[in-house]
């Protein structure tokens, strides 16, 4: 067997002793749902560095309610750690410890928030909102070096609408239909994040979600990883630093797509501050 043979038949290994084992295992008690390239992987790097947080034994994000959904739960519960690990993780004054994975396209998925309070109606969310301009620029760059993307990103933009609109249709007719073109191709949409929050907001309540700018948490990381620590109620532990993960290079944006973006994003940015009750940093 080749190296990465070995690697998925270890992967698929794991996969089936803890689907066996999921009596004994224990649920998420938060979730990290996106958005994507908004510093999600840098988050998740600096929580596991607490004592009183686990995290799924493969990866770092499970994808079961997205584009996993199709199987049982014990499939999901086989990712995360038994129940006498996270006793023994617990903080003081806990049954157990934070358990977590990190999802970057919960977030954004027509039908995640809803499976996710189905399934965990006690589970609270963190998300991660960036400059949604920025952010559309970074995802184009990354989908294009992955092979998802082929054309120039105003291109990109001004087919977003026509590729889009009937995925999302399809998804909603069918909610077992998944669409690499929804996922991977939604740059502008991806940054409305107002609506995407309220409609988790609307199922679980607004106190159980904690919103982080990328920007201030890149600026003042141990701040806002210490206001994130209060709000899952986990002692005030920091890790030894604070990296920044994933980060793609490229050239910059083009100063006319630049001005399309920020007014298309400007009533969503509109709704995203009487979401968290103040302006955004990129629009403050």
Known sequence: MTPPEVQRAGRSAVVALGRASAPLRVEPTFLLVGAQRAGTTSLFRALLEHPNVLRPNLHKGVNYFDVNYGRDWSWYLG??????TARRC????RQRAEIFEASGYYMFHPHAATRIAERLP???IVAMVRDPVERAYSAYKHEFARGFETETFERALDLED???EPELQHMLDDPTYQSNTYRHQAYRRR????EQLQRFADLIGRERIHVIESERFFAAPAKQFVGLLDFLELPR???QSFDQFNARPGTPISPSVESRLFEYFR???LALTDFLGRPPVWSS
């Open 191 to 194: 940054g409305r994040y107002a």
């Open 162 to 164: 026509a590729r889009v």
């Open 90 to 93: 617990r903080p003081p004054g």
């Open 267 to 269: 009533p969503h940015d």
């Open 79 to 84: 990712h995360f750690p038994l129940k006498a």
């Open 122 to 124: 006690e589970v609270r």
């Open 237 to 239: 532990r920091l890790p």
